[in-house]
T-cell receptor, first 113, second 112 residues
Framework: NAGVTQTPKFQVLKTGQSMTLQCAQD?????MYWYRQDPGMGLRLIYY???????DKGEVPNGYNVSRLNKREFSLRLESAAPSQTSVYFC????????????FGPGTRLLVL | DQQVKQNSPSLSVQEGRISILNCDYT??????FLWYKKYPAEGPTFLIS?????DKNEDGRFTVFLNKSAKHLSLHIVPSQPGDSAVYFC???????????FGQGTRLTINP
């Protein structure tokens, strides 16, 4: 089991460029999440998907879109990147209903110039 | 409004001694709490959790204490080891809400 995988590991973008961060899990979890981690701010929820076919906004959704492609995959898109979106992005999944524990991927470090 | 707060950005402890990490929350409806550990360039990993119906949960060297009246939880690590050096996040959640709220994190350094 790979758990939660994320691609790419690192990306540099120019202001205004777009990109999609990919996330996949092989634990058959129903819920998936996208967080960003900034110094002194902890982990803040961007979007989550409680189950296949549903998505909901988290604490900091502005500037992002998500797609729950299937049960395994949950992508995060930046349509027009801004320097304020420089951060480390983590994807997580959980088997909500059985356990509240979320399992995290290794992260994507994004730098927007 | 920060619903979950870790007021100590960093903590330094000698190897073999007890490490105590603290976390405060404001929402009395939270009914379960988790601690995660994070090494540099890795994702957070689950450490231990506690339900609001308990006041203590133990797993090896790690014990979490919950004081609901004070809206406070703490993580005790005994004895502390060099491999415990990491950033620790506390998180809180509501049954049925399907999401967690995280604190800012505390960087723990264990000195030999």
């Amino acid at each position: 089991n790979a758990g939660v995988t994320q691609t790419p590991k690192f990306q540099v973008l120019k202001t205004g460029q777009s990109m999609t961060l990919q996330c996949a899990q092989d634990m058959n979890h129903n819920s998936m999440y996208w967080y960003r981690q900034d110094p002194g701010m902890g982990l803040r929820l961007i979007y989550y998907s409680a189950s296949e076919g549903t998505t909901d906004k988290g604490e900091v959704p502005n500037g992002y879109n998500v797609s729950r492609l299937n049960k395994r995959e949950f992508s995060l898109r930046l349509e027009s990147a801004a320097p304020s979106q420089t951060s480390v992005y983590f994807c997580a999944s959980s088997d909500w209903g059985s356990s509240e524990t979320q399992y995290f991927g290794p992260g994507t470090r994004l730098l927007v110039l | 409004d920060q619903q979950v707060k870790q007021n100590s950005p960093s903590l330094s402890v000698q190897e073999g001694r007890i490490s105590i990490l603290n976390c405060d929350y404001t929402n009395s409806m939270f009914d379960y709490f988790l601690w995660y550990k994070k090494y540099p360039a890795e994702g957070p990993t689950f450490l231990i959790s506690i339900s609001s119906i308990k006041d203590k949960n133990e797993d090896g060297r790690f014990t979490v204490f919950l004081n609901k009246s004070a809206k406070h939880l703490s993580l005790h690590i005994v004895p502390s080891q060099p491999g415990d050096s990491a950033v620790y996040f506390c998180a809180a959640g509501l049954q049925g809400a399907q999401k967690l709220v995280f604190g800012q994190g505390t960087r723990l350094t264990i000195n030999p």
